[in-house]
């Protein structure tokens, strides 16, 4: 009996690699808007990494730099704008520099049938139009833009990321709402799109790092390489986000 328990406590105390199948884990944090994008990039990097798992966790920024600083398992963390990159950096739970890898315009949509009849952002504010709350990074923006452009309306309902905005759209609980550009070209023919004035001279900008908890910072950084590297640019461009 004790000679098939030591083994197998061993194996706990070991990493993924070592024990079963030989699958590594690489827990990636990232901001609800780099779904689409870095689902693709995960198959292209399980593809040129055998034997490992890419494990993606979405939401808002701000809540995953909690999470990371509150110990949560993670090799890699990707937010949607600084200041949440900050609250981690801060936290003590990233373990290198941060670096900016993209940039993402805010933007209106509509339900594709568009019942408001809106025809831009010039007569949004009589509908019931929906955005990001103001703790996360769409949502802080969106605040921004509104203010300069002098849009006191208060919205139906303030969501927890941006995935709820675009979905309160798309399912036709909104008239419309503030997403970004990458979540419209997401959306595709589900949405129409308009420009919000000064949003291209203020884009969020985006930042990875590998975390202090990360168990292969190696694996980690190679996820980080990937999304620099001109495949990733050029995934994250055709996605609606714009490159440095």
């Known amino acids: 009996m004790t000679r098939m328990l030591v083994p197998a406590t061993v194996c706990l105390l070991l990493p993924l690699s ?3 199948d ?3 884990e690489l827990k990636v944090l990232a901001a609800a808007s780099l779904t689409e994008s870095f689902q693709e990039l995960e198959q292209r990097f399980e593809e040129d990494h055998a034997g490992v798992d890419v494990k993606l966790s979405f939401g808002s920024s ?6 990371a600083n509150d ?3 993670g090799d890699v963390l990707a937010t949607a704008d600084r200041k949440s990159m900050d609250l981690a950096v801060d936290g003590g ?5 941060p670096t900016e890898f993209a940039t993402n315009a805010l933007v209106l949509v509509v339900p594709t049938d568009n019942p408001a009849r809106i025809t831009g952002f010039d007569d949004f504010a009589d509908s019931d139009w929906v955005r990001c709350d103001d703790d996360v990074p769409c949502g802080r923006l969106a605040a921004t ?3 300069e452009n002098q849009v006191d309306r208060e919205p139906a309902s303030r969501e927890i990321d941006v995935k709820s905005v675009l979905a309160k759209v798309t399912s036709g609980e909104a008239d419309a709402g503030f997403v970004y550009a990458s979540d419209a070209v997401a959306a595709g023919d589900k949405v129409k799109t308009f420009p919000v004035p000064g949003a291209e001279d203020e884009p969020n900008p985006y ?3 590998t975390l202090e908890q990360s168990e292969d910072a190696d694996l980690a950084a190679d996820w980080l390489e990937l999304v620099g ?3 990733g640019q050029e995934l994250l461009r055709e996605a609606g986000f714009s490159t440095p």
Request: aromatic share 4%; net charge negative.
């Open 18 to 20: 070592a024990c079963g």
């Open 22 to 24: 030989d699958t590594m």
């Open 62 to 67: 701000t809540t995953l730099a909690e999470q």
């Open 71 to 73: 110990g949560a398992p």
């Open 93 to 97: 739970s990233v373990g290198g520099e």
């Open 145 to 147: 833009l509104l203010e």
């Open 207 to 209: 930042f990875i790092a």
């Open 229 to 231: 590297s001109e495949e």
